[in-house]
């Protein structure tokens, strides 16, 4: 009853929403018959036969023409339009405007300071490789300032189709259309995240305050990314470094009052002039610190977290040649709930029927026992080469390496403090990987790229354990892509084809001598893509994308076997998984207005051979304690789903706006519901806006209201507890810019400005705690602007 409930009041919002502007007065269709006409300003001759391309864009509609002074573009709506530049001179121009009648302006390029860190990762990750027909949300840099502060996978919610796999209040990783881990990878700045990743609670070492762009793929988009990338890719983009020379710092400074969180960030960049020119760095650290957090009713005991992080980049860019150096070192101290650890088999059956923990808490920033302490280190270069206006061959290497500590809640077999002090567990991963690729643009607007990745990684395990957790393991893998894409008039077709081959040896300690513990495992595939991209108008488009993929178990699935501390639960693999293998299809459809906005998405993700775990209902006492056990099962599987997406500007301030996503996960194996598949969910929210200053930000008020229903598709008697009741809450946020030349943004949010007591059905701690009451967060950002150098 409650779920019908829930659905009628979704579809009841929908229905009010779509009649404010069904009327015909709303939708009155407007003649696409404007002039622009654009004049072109050059700050320094370009040489014969490099022109400037410039691509003037709105919405799915592009239209590319090349330099000769004058641009003019006929048969254009009303509305905004994005003008950019490609080729040699890509990023020189990027500006956007609004035209309500035929018009003419004029442009300044300045080809002698190109923009560093221009399209570059745009080229290979928004689209352009196989992926444009894949459904696909951007979260801007105002949509991460609103949510500053928080883990990278709560940012990504705000993204309809998203959610978050958490491990109490402080750990959360995203989840796309109900897959999540070794299933959707995180590439930063160019590169694949390569950590223990395999854990439902490690949470991506990745510092949110570097990013200003995070763009999610929904769905297979392994063509491009490598065989793991069966529910998506989630891309993320740093700070880019200033166009012109000089020095510019930005400082934001975070509080919150849940776990009396404070965070520091900065960022400086620099930019050579002179012998220098083309010559730009950066250098970038985050400090945040927090102690327990509160639900609306009690203090999460050991819920504190500390983190220490440092980047830096240096970069060089001249006419053909891009060169980049980058390193980061990401360090984290997270502690884990301690109502999650139960000393005993009834205190363990005591803690899943209490509707509040046994252990009580007070406020407090020390973090105990029953901890993880996490240090990510990557280093990573780049050369890129333009041999043509459209042509370019890219190479990339990364080293990453990964050491996680995992503290438990005590020994009770040992009173020797070098012991105590001593970590249960002791991960240690060191990954290579070596990535190239070749683009190029024909002139029939033909589009050819190629590319070949590899990879190694080993790992070791060290600590006090009797047995780990997964044994050492070294594997070695590497693949190929062909993809084709045409663009005709109105139409976008593309393909592709890839190859991937893994192969994974493993080993136990025996008596201190490392031995093979199984025979060599290798797995092997091929992955394809079909989609197109249709524009119908200007303003509406539709998107078909059917592709395949596949993901080779992980060790953990295979061999696994023991005591996850950070989990609080016993696992148990099974070394005779096979290979997934996905089917996925998905059609988008998406319309823009002036006024209306809006996307509709249906999914659907066929996956046989499905790995996930599954509770045994059988608790498993060691001498650690007692902990809910679940074994690495498969099953054929199909989680589809609906994702909508709309916005409407009900006078010229104010906008009102809804997000849907329904999903549904199938076990065909057994013809019943699939276990930890996220809940339907619906928000509505609405923005007032004032007018933007010298920087394009505006001030706002939103107000925003989500409802996440119960998930009821679960099977019987499956679960430790049942899925918990459907919640919803209420959420505001409001910023402002104060000063002209500097502006310095301040902002506030109020999450479950109620003080709602819930549960998530997709945290893995809801066996033993209610998720996070009301939360204030302030954030200030500072800039300051040196005065620039004279070339």
Same mark, same amino acid.
């Given at each position: 009853?409650?779920?019908?409930?829930?659905?009628? #009041?979704?579809?009841?919002?929908?229905?009010?929403?779509?009649?404010?502007?069904?009327?015909?007065?709303?939708?009155?269709?407007?003649?696409?018959?404007?002039?622009?006409?654009?004049?072109?300003?050059?700050? +320094?001759?370009?040489?014969?036969?490099?022109?400037?391309?410039?691509?003037?864009?709105?919405?799915?509609?592009?239209?590319?023409?090349?330099?000769?002074?004058?641009?003019?573009? +006929?048969?254009?709506?009303?509305?905004?339009?994005?003008?950019?530049? $490609?080729?040699?001179?890509?990023?020189?121009?990027?500006?956007?405007?609004?035209?309500?009648?035929?018009?003419?302006?004029?442009?300044?390029?300045?080809?002698?300071?190109?923009?560093?860190?221009?399209?570059?990762?745009?080229?290979?990750?928004?689209?352009?490789?196989?992926?444009?027909?894949?459904?696909?949300?951007?979260?801007?840099?105002?949509?991460?300032?609103?949510?500053?502060?928080?883990?990278?996978?709560?940012?990504? $919610?705000?993204?309809?189709?998203?959610?978050?796999?958490?491990?109490?209040?402080?750990?959360?990783?995203?989840?796309?259309?109900?897959?999540?881990?070794?299933?959707?990878?995180?590439?930063?700045?160019?590169?694949?995240?390569?950590?223990?990743?395999?854990?439902?609670?490690?949470?991506?070492?990745?510092?949110?305050?570097?990013?200003?762009?995070?763009?999610?793929?929904?769905?297979?988009?392994?063509?491009?990314?490598?065989?793991?990338?069966?529910?998506?890719?989630?891309?993320?983009?740093?700070?880019?470094?200033?166009?012109?020379?000089?020095?510019?710092?930005?400082?934001?400074?975070?509080?919150?009052?849940?776990?009396?969180?404070?965070?520091?960030?900065? #960022?400086?960049?620099?930019?050579?002039?002179?012998?220098?020119?083309?010559?730009?760095?950066?250098?970038?650290?985050?400090?945040?610190?927090?102690?327990?957090?509160?639900?609306?009713?009690?203090?999460?005991?050991?819920?504190?977290?500390?983190?220490?992080?440092?980047?830096?980049?240096?970069?060089?860019?001249?006419?053909?040649?891009?060169?980049?150096?980058?390193?980061?070192?990401?360090?984290?101290?997270?502690?884990?709930?301690?109502?999650?650890?139960?000393?005993?088999?009834?205190?363990?059956?005591?803690?899943?029927?209490?509707?509040?923990?046994?252990?009580?808490?007070?406020?407090?920033?020390?973090?105990?026992?029953?901890?993880?302490?996490?240090?990510?280190?990557?280093?990573?270069?780049?050369? #890129?080469?333009?041999?043509?206006?459209?042509?370019?061959?890219?190479?990339?290497?990364?080293?990453?390496?990964?050491?996680?500590?995992?503290?438990?809640?005590?020994?009770?077999?040992?009173?020797?403090?070098?012991?105590?002090?001593?970590?249960?567990?002791?991960?240690?991963?060191?990954?290579?990987?070596?990535?190239?690729?070749?683009?190029?643009?024909?002139?029939?607007?033909?589009?050819?790229?190629?590319?070949?990745?590899?990879?190694?990684?080993?790992?070791?395990?060290?600590?006090?354990?009797?047995?780990?957790?997964?044994?050492?393991?070294?594997?070695?893998?590497?693949?190929?892509?062909?993809?084709?894409?045409?663009?005709?008039?109105?139409?976008?077709?593309?393909?592709?084809?890839?190859?991937?081959?893994?192969?994974?040896?493993?080993?136990?300690?025996?008596?201190?001598?490392?031995?093979?513990?199984?025979?060599?495992?290798?797995?092997?595939?091929?992955?394809?893509?079909?989609?197109?991209?249709?524009?119908?108008?200007?303003?509406?488009?539709?998107?078909?994308?059917?592709?395949?993929?596949?993901?080779?178990?992980?060790?953990?699935?295979?061999?696994?076997?023991?005591?996850?501390?950070?989990?609080? !639960?016993?696992?148990?693999?099974?070394?005779?998984?096979?290979?997934?293998?996905?089917?996925?299809?998905?059609?988008?459809?998406?319309?823009?207005?002036?006024?209306? +906005?809006?996307?509709?998405?249906?999914?659907?993700?066929?996956?046989?051979?499905?790995?996930?775990?599954?509770?045994?209902?059988?608790?498993?006492?060691?001498?650690?304690?007692?902990?809910? !056990?679940?074994?690495?099962?498969?099953?054929?599987?199909?989680?589809?789903?609906?994702?909508?997406?709309?916005?409407?500007?009900?006078?010229?301030?104010?906008?009102?706006?809804?997000?849907?996503?329904?999903?549904?996960?199938?076990?065909?194996?057994?013809?019943?519901?699939?276990?930890?598949?996220?809940?339907?969910?619906?928000?509505?929210?609405?923005?007032?806006?004032?007018?933007?200053?010298?920087?394009?930000?505006?001030?706002?008020?939103?107000?925003?209201?989500?409802?996440?229903?119960?998930?009821?598709?679960?099977?019987?008697?499956?679960?430790?507890?049942?899925?918990?009741?459907?919640?919803?809450?209420?959420?505001?946020?409001?910023?402002?810019?104060?000063?002209?030349?500097?502006?310095?943004?301040?902002?506030?949010?109020?999450?479950?400005?109620?003080?709602?007591?819930?549960?998530?059905?997709?945290?893995?701690?809801?066996?033993?705690?209610?998720?996070?009451?009301?939360?204030?967060?302030?954030?200030?950002?500072?800039?300051?602007?040196?005065?620039?150098?004279?070339?």
């Amino acid at each position: 009853m409650k779920q019908k409930s829930f659905a009628y #009041c979704v579809w009841f919002v929908c229905g009010l929403v779509l009649s404010l502007f069904a009327s015909p007065k709303n939708i009155e269709a407007q003649g696409c018959n404007l002039k622009l006409t654009i004049h072109i300003s050059h700050t +320094e001759q370009h040489g014969a036969g490099q022109e400037v391309i410039f691509a003037l864009q709105k919405e799915q509609q592009q239209f590319t023409k090349k330099d000769n002074k004058i641009l003019q573009f +006929e048969g254009l709506c009303a509305g905004q339009y994005t003008l950019y530049s $490609k080729g040699l001179y890509e990023g020189a121009v990027d500006t956007t405007f609004t035209i309500s009648a035929s018009t003419e302006i004029t442009i300044q390029v300045n080809t002698v300071n190109r923009k560093l860190r221009t399209v570059e990762i745009h080229d290979d990750h928004f689209g352009s490789i196989g992926n444009e027909s894949i459904p696909t949300s951007t979260l801007r840099q105002a949509d991460l300032d609103a949510n500053a502060g928080k883990p990278l996978g709560e940012m990504l $919610k705000a993204v309809s189709g998203v959610n978050s796999l958490q491990s109490g209040p402080t750990i959360s990783k995203p989840i796309i259309h109900g897959l999540h881990s070794n299933r959707v990878l995180i590439v930063n700045d160019g590169l694949r995240l390569e950590s223990q990743q395999w854990g439902s609670e490690h949470a991506p070492e990745i510092d949110p305050f570097t990013v200003t762009n995070a763009t999610v793929l929904k769905g297979a988009a392994s063509l491009r990314y490598g065989s793991d990338a069966i529910g998506g890719v989630v891309l993320l983009q740093p700070h880019e470094i200033s166009i012109e020379p000089g020095t510019e710092l930005e400082v934001k400074l975070i509080g919150m009052d849940n776990g009396r969180m404070g965070a520091l960030s900065a #960022c400086l960049d620099h930019t050579f002039s002179g012998k220098l020119k083309g010559l730009g760095a950066r250098i970038q650290g985050t400090l945040k610190d927090a102690g327990n957090l509160k639900t609306a009713r009690y203090f999460l005991q050991n819920t504190g977290v500390n983190e220490k992080n440092l980047s830096s980049t240096l970069y060089y860019q001249n006419k053909k040649l891009i060169i980049e150096m980058s390193g980061a070192v990401f360090t984290s101290k997270i502690g884990i709930f301690g109502g999650s650890h139960a000393g005993n088999l009834k205190d363990l059956l005591a803690a899943l029927q209490q509707s509040e923990p046994i252990l009580k808490a007070d406020f407090t920033r020390k973090i105990e026992r029953g901890f993880q302490d996490v240090l990510h280190a990557t280093v990573k270069g780049r050369i #890129c080469y333009h041999f043509t206006e459209t042509g370019k061959l890219e190479i990339v290497y990364g080293l990453q390496r990964n050491l996680r500590k995992e503290f438990d809640t005590g020994l009770p077999f040992s009173t020797d403090p070098a012991i105590l002090a001593a970590p249960q567990a002791d991960f240690r991963i060191s990954t290579h990987t070596l990535e190239g690729l070749y683009k190029n643009e024909f002139k029939n607007n033909l589009q050819l790229n190629i590319g070949a990745s590899f990879i190694t990684q080993g790992n070791v395990f060290e600590g006090l354990s009797y047995r780990a957790l997964i044994p050492n393991f070294r594997n070695y893998g590497g693949g190929t892509f062909i993809a084709l894409s045409k663009k005709y008039k109105k139409l976008l077709i593309e393909t592709g084809l890839r190859y991937d081959y893994k192969w994974l040896r493993t080993y136990r300690i025996n008596y201190n001598t490392l031995i093979p513990f199984t025979g060599d495992r290798d797995f092997n595939n091929f992955t394809y893509t079909i989609g197109s991209t249709l524009n119908i108008n200007s303003f509406m488009s539709l998107n078909l994308n059917l592709g395949s993929a596949w993901r080779a178990p992980n060790v953990n699935e295979l061999y696994g076997n023991g005591v996850h501390q950070s989990a609080a !639960s016993f696992e148990i693999g099974d070394s005779t998984l096979k290979s997934e293998r996905a089917y996925n299809s998905a059609v988008s459809f998406i319309f823009k207005k002036e006024k209306l +906005e809006f996307e509709a998405g249906i999914y659907s993700n066929n996956i046989n051979n499905f790995i996930y775990l599954k509770p045994l209902l059988k608790p498993v006492t060691t001498i650690a304690g007692s902990y809910p !056990s679940f074994a690495q099962t498969q099953v054929n599987a199909t989680i589809s789903g609906v994702d909508f997406d709309l916005k409407y500007q009900v006078i010229p301030k104010l906008k009102l706006g809804t997000k849907i996503s329904l999903i549904q996960g199938w076990n065909r194996t057994v013809k019943d519901y699939l276990i930890f598949t996220p809940s339907n969910r619906a928000e509505v929210f609405l923005v007032l806006e004032g007018k933007a200053n010298e920087r394009g930000k505006k001030p706002y008020v939103k107000i925003n209201y989500l409802m996440v229903a119960q998930q009821h598709n679960v099977p019987q008697n499956s679960d430790y507890t049942s899925p918990p009741a459907a919640y919803q809450l209420l959420n505001l946020e409001a910023a402002s810019s104060f000063g002209k030349k500097q502006p310095i943004e301040i902002g506030v949010s109020i999450y479950n400005l109620m003080n709602v007591a819930y549960r998530d059905y997709l945290n893995r701690f809801r066996y033993f705690a209610d998720d996070i009451g009301r939360t204030v967060m302030l954030r200030v950002t500072i800039p300051f602007t040196f005065k620039k150098l004279k070339k």
